[in-house]
C-alpha cells in the first residue's frame, strides 16, 4: 500500500479529459485510490458523489475531485483533533501501521527460528 500521487499532486494544470464519460471514469478512479489508501489506514468511510470521507479516532479526512469540461478540481481537507492538519497526520499513520506490520515480521521470524533450533535439540 502506498500514498497515492493524487494527494499530493497539484491539479491546476492539468486539463479534464475530453469525453463526460472519461471524466466521470476518471474522478471515479482517483476517488477510489484515495478511498482504498484511508481503509488500508483503518479509516471508516463515508463515499457521496465527488467526496470521500474517513475518520478514524480523532482524524479525519475529506478528499473530493472533480473534473468539468474545462478544469480539474481536487481538495483535500485533514483534521486531527477538529483542527486542520496536513497530509503529514496521515503519513505519521501510514508509517506507523508499517513498521507494526515490519514488527510482526519480525517476531514472526523469530518464532520460526525458536522452533527450528528447539528441534535440533
Known amino acids: 500500500m502506498t500514498e497515492p500521487k493524487i494527494l499530493t499532486a497539484n491539479t491546476f494544470y492539468w486539463k479534464p479529459c475530453s469525453s463526460a464519460a472519461q471524466r466521470r471514469s476518471s474522478e471515479k478512479r482517483n476517488q477510489e485510490q484515495v478511498k482504498k489508501f484511508l ?24 478528499f473530493s475531485y472533480s473534473e468539468s469540461c474545462k478544469n480539474v478540481y481536487k481538495s483535500l481537507e485533514v483534521r486531527k483533533n477538529g483542527e486542520k492538519s496536513n497530509i503529514r497526520t496521515l503519513r505519521k499513520l501510514y508509517k506507523s501501521q508499517i513498521f507494526g506490520i515490519y514488527q510482526q515480521k519480525i517476531t514472526r521470524m523469530n518464532f520460526m527460528r525458536h522452533c527450528r533450533n528447539a528441534k535440533g535439540k
Open 39 to 62: 481503509e488500508g489506514l483503518g479509516f471508516e468511510i463515508v463515499w457521496i458523489g465527488d467526496r470521500v470521507t474517513g475518520k478514524k479516532d480523532d482524524s479525519e479526512v475529506i
